[in-house]
């Protein structure tokens, strides 16, 4: 089945900074690459997803990209915020597959 | 429109028992996973129904179970309880599946065992 690692599992930055979350996977065969941020004691939500047939996606502060053949996607948040400040999980979805693999999360602390 | 809500949010059981969780999707979704959240492991997947079939299954003991009913609500149950099973449990609902359309959480039943 498929496999995700996440890395760093924290990250601590400077408001403002930029901060890079990254995931590898394993099944060649996934297309789907959602990005979810959970909130101290709240459910998780999705914030970005990206699919195999694109490369990059933005939404404001928000950057997902993807290399296909290195098998990794990223994150990249820039001109952080405290409000950022939450655990980031990356996932795939293997072809073929209705499920999602999560990575065990990044706890992302920004610091004012 | 309502949200996906799980109830209860919190659990307390003693080793030995078991206990049914239960899963209401958003309005029109089919599809319900579960997943077992526990600190430095991430989301860890359990099971996932659509129309009332398990479609598929994670590397979970039969301890753990499932089953939707026709108007899409989920119950998940756990056996013979362990230590080990206190965590976080999410379900998620999503039109056709988690990996097709997007994937909505509910806010989790925590689950002490002790």
């Known amino acids: 089945g498929e496999n995700v690692e996440q890395h760093p599992s924290t990250l601590s930055v400077q408001e403002g900074d930029s901060a890079v979350i990254k995931c590898t996977y394993s099944?060649?065969?996934?297309?789907?690459f959602p990005w979810y941020k959970q909130e101290l004691g709240k459910r998780p939500q999705l914030i970005i997803d990206?699919?195999?047939?694109?490369g990059e996606k933005k939404d404001q502060r928000i950057a997902v990209t993807l290399n296909k053949t290195a098998k990794h996607f990223s994150l990249h948040i820039t001109e952080t915020q405290p409000e950022d400040s939450a655990v980031y999980f990356c996932?795939?979805?293997?072809?073929?597959?209705?499920?999602?693999?999560f990575g065990k999360g990044t706890m992302l602390l920004v610091s004012p | 429109k309502a949200g996906v809500t799980q109830t209860p949010r919190y659990l307390i059981k003693t080793r030995g028992q078991q206990v049914t969780l239960s899963c209401s999707p958003i309005?029109?979704?089919?599809?319900v996973s579960w997943y077992q959240q526990t600190p430095g492991q991430g989301l860890q997947f359990l099971f996932e129904?659509?129309?009332?079939?398990?479609?598929n299954k994670g590397n979970f003991p039969g301890r753990f179970s499932g089953r939707q009913f026709s108007n899409s609500r989920s119950e998940m149950n756990v056996s013979t309880l362990e230590l080990g099973d206190s965590a976080l449990y999410l379900c998620?609902?999503?039109?056709?599946?988690?990996?097709?359309?997007?994937?909505?959480f509910g806010q989790g039943t925590r689950l002490t065992v002790v």
């Open positions: 998620a609902s999503s039109l056709t599946g988690p990996g097709n359309t997007e994937a909505f």
């Open positions: 996932a795939a979805r293997g072809s073929g597959y209705s499920t999602l693999t």
């Open positions: 309005s029109g979704h089919r599809s």
């Open positions: 129904y659509f129309s009332e079939t398990q479609r």
């Open positions: 099944d060649s065969a996934s297309n789907y």
């Open positions: 990206i699919r195999s047939n694109v």
